[in-house]
């Protein structure tokens, strides 16, 4: 593993893929330009709008999305996330399944996750949000990508940051790395979002990647922004703030192994 820049992506999706898509290219040129080679995209980046919209497109919508993140990868040779797309659990499925896609600099795809914790919640704000009326929910724990160059990179989507027995498992995988893509709501993330990425950072010692949806979306869904990149002592190195932009810090193998060792907290666990 070496010492290299990622980026967290922050945007604010609307319900038409090409915008999308050009406003994450733009981002992800941005990204290249200050010399970023692992990037991740929010959740939901590809298409944010109603429900029934979606489901009328999520099979163009998926096509289109894992064509887009061959392509940056191959075109700035980067490793990127795409961080949480509608792509049809089947031909005859009125379901989809929320899924995060890792593509090398070669294209290739080496890691796919599909989201295990739907949001199925009565916000205090008045939203109601049930994410298992169009998603299914994954059934495979999330994946971890063994990278030489990069270090152990591993998978969840938003709704997970709550669930840290994910993330032990992720930890007792080996991860460095643990991307946390999201379309946090505003209210719920004014609160929770920042403190959820620390406790699993520091709780397992690893970077934790964040990007992340900002603004209003469509309607009455606003989400919280702040995409973040944090180290393993818990420590924020990057916060994009309530804009669309780009959080990019350094992923540093000497500073992952220094806080292993003064805190080794992985090797002393007595329940696995």
């Known amino acids: ?3 290299y820049l990622a980026a967290a992506i922050q945007m604010t999706s609307v319900s038409n893929l090409q915008k999308n898509l050009t406003q994450a290219e733009e981002l992800i040129d941005l990204a290249v330009r ?19 919209e979606k489901m009328a497109q999520a099979g163009a919508i998926a096509q289109e999305t894992e064509k887009f993140l061959k ?10 996330l795409g961080g949480g797309f509608p792509v049809p659990v089947d031909d005859t499925s009125t379901r989809v399944y929320n899924t995060a896609l890792l593509l090398e600099p070669n294209g290739q795809e080496v890691a796919r996750y599909q989201k295990v914790h739907l949001f199925d919640v009565n916000v205090p704000d008045g939203n109601t949000y049930r994410e298992s009326t169009t998603v299914m929910a994954g059934k495979e ?17 938003c709704y997970d940051v709550r669930f840290p027995e994910l993330y032990r498992y992720m930890a007792h995988k080996g991860a460095d790395v643990i991307f946390v893509p999201a379309a946090f709501t505003a209210f719920t993330g004014k609160d929770h979002w920042q403190v959820l990425l620390q ?26 922004g702040h995409a973040m990149i944090i180290d393993p002592w818990g420590v924020i190195l990057a916060d994009a703030g309530e804009q669309p932009g780009v959080a990019i810090a350094e992923i540093n193998p000497a500073r992952l192994e220094q806080v292993r060792r003064q805190m080794p907290s992985l090797q002393h666990r007595v329940f696995v």
């Open 34 to 52: 200050q010399g970023a080679e692992l990037i991740g995209l929010p959740e939901n980046f590809a298409f944010m709008g109603e429900e029934n």
């Open 141 to 157: 724990l999330p994946a971890v990508h063994f990278s030489q160059e990069l270090g152990n990179i591993a998978l969840s989507v």
């Open 71 to 80: 392509t940056m990868a191959q075109r700035f040779q980067i490793t990127i």
């Open 199 to 224: 406790a699993r950072a520091i709780e397992n010692t690893s970077y934790v990647i964040a990007p992340a949806q900002t603004g209003i979306n469509y309607a009455r869904r606003q989400t919280h």
């Open 1 to 3: 593993m070496k010492s």
